[in-house]
């Protein structure tokens, strides 16, 4: 049955917010109804938002990742370590990254991973970018950082082959049991991997 | 730990998202990127859909409901029976109600139910205004449909009261076990009330 809005304007509204991922009819009716008990302002300020955000934002030149100069604040920092550089798959990852605090290097932000189902092949991806920022020297290891499925494997094999002729120290984030996991229930293939890749132990890590 | 986003126009953006009910920093962010991939009509039509409808939608005259024009689809139609008046909280309640075609009258929307504990009083609501319409004369029944909460019984009450003095029929829908319910899950009280207010049988209802 056809849902009949009282207002066109509503209508509409609640049609743009539906279009967003994960939100449904009923809950973009809510949000509409919440900003529409909100001031003039409150919701001229949310749409300017969104308008300016898409006017002016811009990608760092050297890492891909979102930024608002040219460069991004990254890879312009003097203090972070240049010679390191993080693969990862988008913006979010890179915060999730930066929020370990664990790691001073740069970034390289592909865009996504290699996954033909949906069509998106190497060149879709920032990987040639990688491969020229790494040909340009002053890299000394590349941390592939992906997420850890079939795509991302793959995404991870297509760098380790084009990275092969440069002479760069080619490394992986660790995959194991998460901390705080218990073994018996925790999948076999993540177990079998944290046997075969296991660590030396030396009191404390 | 304070999130590090990469450009502040992205933050501005989570920010206004990550305001509305039920969306999170994580979902806020997840839209955005997903506005971001959007071209740059799609946004724009999203902002514009907004803050159009913050600046021209009216609200009915008669019912108080949301609407495009001075007074809305409903009151205007002359097929709807003006002399029946249901009573609802809000706009989403007019939706419901339609989309069960069970009721060819006119709403009044209150724009909420007494409760002190929000510091909403009757003054707050649509009350007087429905008074007044009843006291204008041609309404033959008033049927009231609010949430079976405290404050919608509250709200019913007070309403009884303040119509007792009209010369109008005043109903309440029927509250009792839902269609496809089992007894044995079913609430005591709302069994008990749906034993109290049985209705006859003739063999379909």
Redesign the interface.
């Known amino acids: 049955?056809n849902?009949?809005?009282?207002?066109?304007?509503?209508e509409?509204?609640v049609?743009?917010f539906a279009?967003?991922?994960?939100?449904g009819r009923k809950?973009a009716?809510?949000?509409?109804?919440?900003?529409?008990r909100q001031d003039?302002t409150?919701?001229?300020?949310?749409?300017?938002?969104?308008?300016?955000?898409?006017?002016?934002?811009k990608y760092?030149k050297v890492c891909h990742?979102?930024?608002?100069t040219d460069v991004?604040?990254?890879c312009s920092n003097p203090q972070r370590d240049a010679s390191t550089i993080c693969v990862v798959e988008?913006?979010?990852d890179?915060?999730a990254v930066?929020?370990t605090q664990q790691f001073r290097g740069l970034y390289h932000v592909l865009g996504g991973v290699i996954s033909p189902m949906d069509g998106i092949g190497p060149s879709d991806l920032e990987i040639e970018s990688l491969v020229k920022r790494v040909e340009a020297g002053g890299v000394k290891e590349v941390i592939l950082a992906l997420s850890s499925t079939m795509e991302g494997d793959t995404t991870n094999f297509y760098i380790f082959r084009k990275l092969a002729k440069c002479n760069v120290k080619l490394s992986i984030i660790a995959r194991g049991i998460s901390i705080g996991d218990e073994l018996e229930y925790t999948d076999e293939v993540t177990l079998g991997r944290s046997i075969v890749n296991r660590t030396p132990f030396n009191g404390t890590n």
Request: with cysteine; glycine share 2%.
């Open positions: 049955m849902q009949q809005y009282p207002s066109a304007l509503l509409k509204a049609n743009e279009k967003l991922p994960g939100i809950t009716m809510r949000l509409v109804l919440h900003l529409l003039e409150t919701v001229e300020s949310f749409a300017h938002a969104l308008t300016t955000l898409k006017h002016e934002v760092c990742n979102i930024s608002d991004c604040r990254l988008n913006i979010q890179v915060m930066e929020n």
